[in-house]
């Protein structure tokens, strides 16, 4: 009988989580590294689109409206600007019901009781990574390297908006703008919660100037520019990068998180 592989996640998000839960299914020794108190969820039109079967039993499937209006070309042009010539985007030109779970009820049951949770007192740089990964048999880090920030282009910041609560839980939507009016570029209301999303390089004040934003919660965020290069780890290296922003991919959502990190055990 083999010992157990040793595991360390760096981030305990919605990818960090996936990672952890991927692991501990594998029968892996499963370590958690996190600066934050709690986890915070991003205040836009966010959902699980899967999550492990048994976790299913305690998080019932939401039904999700998605349509767009307009354009996805007007879309793509008010959300990115300049940015824009060959960016693909997620705007659904026929509306669809989607299936999709709330990624609040999620995370009370992905991550195993088994694994443990190390609270840091501050974030881990690229050498502490590298020297913790002598400890383990692989470290899947959910944030992206000090070396790749330097070579790839700065994210870009965007406002997000949110009221929690005050929506019927049981009308769950999400509207794409692809015209040209308005400053919103998309629009949801999820799990008794309403979102906007603003475009990409406009300022809350420039934001408030136009729509009245009492009552209210906004962020600023960041996300990737569309020029970014989706990036691989080392093959031969402990220290695997997981999730859109530290692989500076796109396309990769949370729950990949759970097939890349059991891809890579399997190895």
Not at 44 to 61: L, Q, S
Not at 128 to 154: G, N
Not at 195 to 202: A, R
């Amino acid at each position: 009988m083999t010992d157990k592989k040793k595991i360390a996640i760096i981030g305990l998000g919605l990818t960090g989580s996936f990672a952890a839960r991927a692991a501990h299914d594998m029968g892996c020794e499963v370590d958690i590294y996190t600066v934050e108190s709690s986890v915070s969820y991003p205040p836009g039109a966010v959902w699980m689109h899967w999550i492990p079967d048994d976790v299913t039993r305690m998080v019932p499937a939401t039904q999700i409206y998605i349509q767009g209006k307009g354009t996805a070309k007007e879309y793509i042009k008010r959300q990115w600007g300049e940015l824009a010539p060959g960016v693909t985007s997620s705007f659904p030109v026929s509306p669809v019901w989607e299936q999709g779970y709330n990624p609040e009820l999620v995370m009370k049951y992905l991550v195993p009781a088994a694994c443990e949770e190390i609270r840091l007192p501050y974030p881990l740089s690229d050498a502490d990574i590298r020297d913790l990964s002598i400890k383990y048999d692989f470290v899947f880090q959910t944030f992206p390297t000090r070396e790749s920030k330097l070579e790839q282009p700065a994210l870009l910041p965007f406002v997000a908006a949110a009221r929690f609560g005050d929506e019927d839980p049981s009308k769950n939507w999400v509207v794409y703008n692809g015209t040209p009016q308005g400053y919103i570029v998309r629009e949801a209301v999820l799990f008794g919660n309403h979102f906007l999303e603003f475009p990409k390089n406009v300022s809350l004040d420039e934001i408030k100037s136009a729509i009245d934003l009492a009552g209210w919660q906004t962020v600023e965020l960041r996300d990737l520019d569309p020029r970014t290069t989706a990036m691989q780890s080392e093959p031969k290296s402990r220290i695997k990068l997981v999730g859109r922003l530290a692989m500076w991919d796109r396309k990769f959502l949370s729950h990949d998180a759970y097939d890349y990190v059991q891809k890579v055990l399997r190895s």
